[in-house]
């Protein structure tokens, strides 16, 4: 069983950054798959940036060039670096984890294990 505690969200100026952090614990998370989902209000939640075992990453096409997903396999922790915010960007961000090797990175039934998630604000 692993448990994910995400840290870091908050409010924020457009245009600026924030970093998430997402700490495992109960069991190493090196052996998965890591990433962000994030939920607006009156929206589905959606991908947002994935880190593999081996640590090739992936986004979605909204957030390329601005997000960067990371991992820390000692640490046990997900990072989210978060630069040129917008208020687009204003949603309740969820860590999680899966063990898979498709490239079905995007489909949350792939994770089987999340965190409760942080609210990022970001005000125009």
């Known amino acids: 069983q692993v448990q994910l505690v995400e840290s870091g969200g908050g409010l924020v100026q457009a245009g600026g950054s924030l970093r998430l952090s997402c700490a495992a614990s109960g069991r190493a998370f090196s052996g998965y798959v890591g990433c962000w989902f994030r939920q607006a209000p009156g929206k589905e939640r959606e991908f947002v940036a994935a880190?593999?075992?081996?640590?090739?990453?992936y986004y979605d096409d909204s957030v390329k060039g601005r997000f960067t997903i990371t991992r820390d396999n000692a640490k046990n922790t997900v990072f989210l670096q978060m630069n040129s915010l917008s208020p687009e960007d204003t949603a309740v961000y969820y860590c999680a984890g899966g063990a898979f090797s498709s490239n079905s990175y995007y489909k949350e039934e792939k994770y089987r294990y999340w965190g409760q998630g942080t609210q990022v604000t970001v005000s125009s």
């Open positions: 880190v593999r075992v081996g640590g090739s990453t």
